[in-house]
């Protein structure tokens, strides 16, 4: 079955608590994004990647970390996480471009 | 800069009746554009999809958009809504650029759809 998982699902750490977040594809999609949603602001973009290798910036970096050895993993990293990372967060992939967005499960995470 | 904008946070229909989500654009150049469904608590669901050709389309669970290019929208509606649509839904665009502005895929922040019976 073509989909995108992410662990852990739930997770509740404390400030300053290195964590992450891992994020796994099976389609060999290019790109991949991790999106945080929050309410009243919808989905923002954390960072992406269009290849191995290859990633940018988002609406939202900082905090963050990302790395994408493989093309069917991209982790999100949080070295010092606060409070105000709390959120529920989305890894994503697409084959290209114009293709659909496949969404993982969702990951909500509460830093206290 | 490209924004999404969904004018309504939320939406109200009564079951049965024609029902419209709004999202207009500004992006440079002529974007791809998406729907998203969010059921409550589950991921993200595509809907449909605009790449090219016939400014009106078809998707999943009877739902269709008609992009304008003139207005910059690309509206989602619906002939007859179900109880069973309400959700939270997503517009999205994806510049069609080079460079930085090639993997990204910027969302609206989402209409509440509610169908009462």
């Known amino acids: 079955e073509a989909q995108v998982t992410q662990n852990p699902r739930y997770l509740i750490t404390v400030t300053g608590k290195k964590l992450t977040v891992t994020c796994s594809q099976n389609?060999?999609?290019?790109?991949m994004s991790w999106y945080r949603q929050d309410p009243g602001l919808g989905l923002r973009q954390i960072y992406y990647s269009m290849n191995v290798e290859v990633t940018d910036k988002g609406d939202v970096p900082e905090g963050y970390k990302v790395s994408r050895k493989e093309k069917r993993n991209f982790p999100l990293i949080l070295e010092s996480p606060s409070p105000n990372q709390t959120s529920l967060y989305f890894c994503?992939?697409?084959?290209?471009?114009?293709?659909?967005?496949?969404f993982g499960p969702g990951t909500r995470l509460t830093v206290t | 800069a490209q924004s999404v904008a969904q004018p309504e946070d939320q939406v109200n229909v009564a079951e049965g009746n024609p029902l419209t989500v709004k999202c207009t654009y500004s992006v440079s150049g002529n974007p791809y554009l998406f729907w998203y469904v969010q059921y409550p608590n589950r991921g993200l669901q595509f809907l449909l999809k605009?790449?090219?050709?016939?400014?009106l389309v078809k998707g999943s669970y009877g739902f269709e958009a008609e992009f304008n290019k003139s207005q910059t929208s690309f509206h989602l509606k619906k002939p007859s809504a179900l109880v069973s649509d309400s959700a939270l839904y997503f517009c999205a665009v994806s510049p069609l650029g080079r460079g930085s502005t090639l993997g990204r895929l910027y969302f609206g922040r989402g209409t509440q759809l509610t169908v009462w019976p």
């Open positions: 605009y790449i090219t050709g016939d400014n």
């Open positions: 389609m060999n999609h290019e790109y």
């Open positions: 994503a992939s697409r084959a290209g471009q114009f293709y659909e967005q496949y």
